[in-house]
């Protein structure tokens, strides 16, 4: 199943850092931006998670929440949280069945070799839980500010 704008998103339950659990239910009422990506305290992830930090506040005065979402470990989200100063939840999908739901666990490839990994993609999820845009194979350059953009509309 491919998700679409206009989708219900589907519901979720991840162990967060801090050794919190997140779901969208307990989020409802707020907008939110779930990001997906591939690795903890790698380049491109540490620039994306860096962005969406310092917009922070814009976020938070459009009543959004934030949560970052890769297969890594609850521990290694601790670390990297700490490191980097992000005021946003990292959710662990260590089963990855959160990636599969939104379509996020794809074969990638690299150096002519395939492999399954996690697809650099963001959802941005109305307060009734209503998917209003998309970001597939995000590069991350102006992303979090084209995201900010479309959070202001909905």
Request: charged share 30%; net charge negative.
């Amino acid at each position: 199943m491919t998700l679409a704008v206009g989708d219900k998103a589907p519901n979720f339950e991840m162990n967060t850092d801090g050794d919190g659990k997140i779901t969208l239910s307990d989020i409802k009422g707020y907008n939110v931006i779930v990001y997906f990506y591939p690795k903890d305290d790698t380049p491109g992830c540490t620039k994306e998670a860096c962005e969406f930090r310092d917009a922070f506040p814009d976020f938070s005065s459009l009543d959004a929440k934030i949560v970052g979402v890769s297969k890594d470990t609850v521990a290694k989200h601790n670390k990297f949280k700490a490191k980097y100063d992000l005021p946003f939840q990292l959710a662990a999908d260590e089963d990855g069945s959160v990636c599969d739901s939104y379509g996020t666990w794809v074969e990638k490839s690299m150096y002519g070799k395939k492999y399954m990994g996690i697809e650099r993609a963001t959802f941005l999820i109305d307060k009734e839980g209503v998917i209003r845009g998309i970001w597939r194979k995000v590069k991350v350059k102006g992303h979090v500010e084209e995201v900010l953009e479309a959070s202001k509309s909905i």
